[in-house]
């Protein structure tokens, strides 16, 4: 097997100081690559739909929820490690579009909630699949086999 860029990056270390790395180290590495990988191919994909990474996560989460895809902004927020101010933003922006409407709260008179719309759920489900093939892609060459022992090892990993 040929030394791929990890394998340069974590030998170079090594050489130039040795006993830093651990036995994590190029573990991490790896798995930084590749997120960096998925990212790039999520934002080619939302790029092409005219979405920035905040906007799909929101609609996506919103869709997720299934029927009628609402939530209050504060779960919302929640379920996307974003603060209040920047899920607001993000919303104002997606109102705009005409992607989602803010709603009154059926349960507090005093609440809203975010919407999709009918365009928003459409575009929600194109962007899924879209993100979906383009991950696919970046692991067509690999066996199932070796995609199973990956995922099943990173869930281990990952339970940590």
């Given amino acids: 097997?040929?030394?791929?860029?990890?394998?340069?990056?974590?030998?170079?270390?090594?050489?130039e100081l040795p006993g830093v790395l651990y036995p994590t180290s190029e573990l991490t590495k790896r798995i930084l690559v590749l997120a960096t990988e998925l990212n790039e191919a999520t934002r080619r994909v939302l790029r092409d739909l005219g979405l920035t990474t905040a906007e799909f996560d929101v609609i996506v989460s919103l869709r997720r929820s299934g029927p009628p895809y609402r939530q209050k902004p504060s779960d919302l927020s929640r379920s996307l490690l974003l603060s209040t101010g920047g899920t607001s933003n993000v919303t104002n922006q997606l109102v705009r579009r005409g992607l989602v409407v803010r709603e009154p709260d059926p349960e507090d008179g005093r609440g809203t909630q975010i919407r999709l719309t009918d365009e928003g759920v459409t575009l929600a489900e194109r962007a899924v699949q879209a993100s979906a093939v383009a991950h696919h892609e970046l692991w067509s060459d690999l066996p199932d086999d070796a995609v199973k022992q990956a995922t099943v090892a990173l869930r281990d990993v990952s339970r940590s």
Avoid at 4 to 9: G, I
């Fill in 1 to 15: 097997m040929s030394a791929d860029r990890v394998d340069r990056l974590i030998a170079s270390w090594q050489r």
